[in-house]
């Protein structure tokens, strides 16, 4: 794949790395000619979904390559689904890997079991989750990528098990949060952008998020990613992920408990309490930005030093938004590949 007049590259930083570690740090150009992804036409669906049960949920998942290649498990964010990495999925299965994308607990056919449990969407919920199914499908190592809160989810499964972890992939890089920091006010330009952060602080917002479940992520993707020209088939595909009936409440929750509007849950205090110092990402680890990335993100020299492992930021070009996995797929899918390719198989 040919990536130049794409991608911002940043050499690994080798600091005091030595020996072993040191043989991490492969320059992406080396990886690209010995493991770039194939080209590959536009894929449309996935093979049928699986599903599994965990102690709280049904979690439902796509699987895509063979079943002995070295797994790379993809989060999708809000309010998108698994379709994001419908390309991406194809591209690194036929070089060689075993993709698993899971629906986040409130999208598509991902259930809660009891009808009691609450409906949480705190940050910590959905890496404990994810540590779940790796659980329940005996994969002990794996390379995780996401965007949006699938690389807020890639980034603390990262700090909280990188014994487990052994590569990231991080649209916007780290954003790992906290109530308290979230209670600090920001500039008035930054707090505009997080429009719907506010209205959803409001009964008069979760009603409408509830009336117009669609047409919001539809305007959402449209101010995401303002020159990504996606039809009507691409959105509808993915919207129906958001009738799953746990979506409403889990969206709602998500964003008030980051304001400290809305309580988590006991269970997840020490995580959280871990979390909320900021821990650095160790692992090998690439964050990418797109060049018209319309929604709220973080500056990169913002959060370079919270990376302390073999690292690299690459911006990608062509009017790509926040949805970078189905904009760019294969800047992506290599992304993963030169991440993967530092840690072996």
């Given at each position: 794949m040919d990536t130049k007049g794409q991608i911002e590259r940043?050499?690994?930083?080798a600091g005091a790395i030595s020996g072993a570690a040191a043989s991490l740090l492969l320059s992406s150009e080396a990886m690209a000619q010995s493991s770039q992804p194939p080209s590959h036409a536009p894929a449309t669906g996935f093979a049928p979904l699986k599903h599994v049960r965990t102690d709280l949920l049904e979690i439902s998942y796509a699987e895509d390559g063979p079943s002995d290649g070295q797994v790379v498990l993809l989060l999708h964010g809000w309010p998108y689904d698994i379709f994001s990495y419908a390309e991406v999925s194809r591209l690194l299965a036929q070089a060689g890997y075993r993709v698993i994308m899971p629906y986040l607990r409130g999208y598509g056919l991902t259930r809660f079991l009891s009808d009691t449990s609450k409906r949480n969407g705190q940050q910590a919920t959905f890496a404990v989750d994810m540590f779940d199914l790796m659980d329940k499908l005996g994969i002990r190592?794996?390379?995780v990528g996401g965007y949006d809160w699938g690389a807020r989810t890639a980034c603390i499964m990262a700090v909280l098990h990188p014994d487990r972890v052994?590569?990231?992939v991080s649209v916007s890089g780290y954003l790992i949060g906290s109530q308290a920091a979230n209670a600090k006010p920001l500039p008035p330009a930054a707090e505009e952008r997080w429009w719907y952060q506010f209205y959803f602080a409001t009964e008069r917002g979760r009603e409408g998020y509830a009336a117009n479940r669609h047409?919001?992520?539809r305007l959402i993707?449209?101010?995401?990613s303002p020159r990504w020209a996606f039809d009507d088939a691409t959105f509808e595909r993915s919207a129906?992920?958001?009738d799953n009936p746990d979506h409403v409440a889990l969206t709602i929750h998500n964003y008030r408990w980051r304001l400290g509007l809305a309580e988590g849950e006991a269970r997840y205090d020490a995580i959280e309490q871990r979390l909320a110092t900021f821990p650095p990402v160790t692992v090998p680890t690439i964050t990418m930005e797109g060049d018209a990335n319309g929604a709220p993100h973080p500056r990169p020299e913002d959060y370079r030093s919270r990376f302390t492992g073999p690292y690299q930021h690459r911006l990608i070009e062509g009017g790509i938004g926040h949805n970078l996995p189905q904009e760019a797929p294969q800047a992506f899918a290599q992304a993963i590949i030169d991440t993967a390719g530092t840690v072996g198989k």
């Open positions: 940043r050499t690994f930083i190592q794996f390379v052994k590569g990231l047409a919001f992520a993707w449209q101010t995401a129906v992920a958001l």
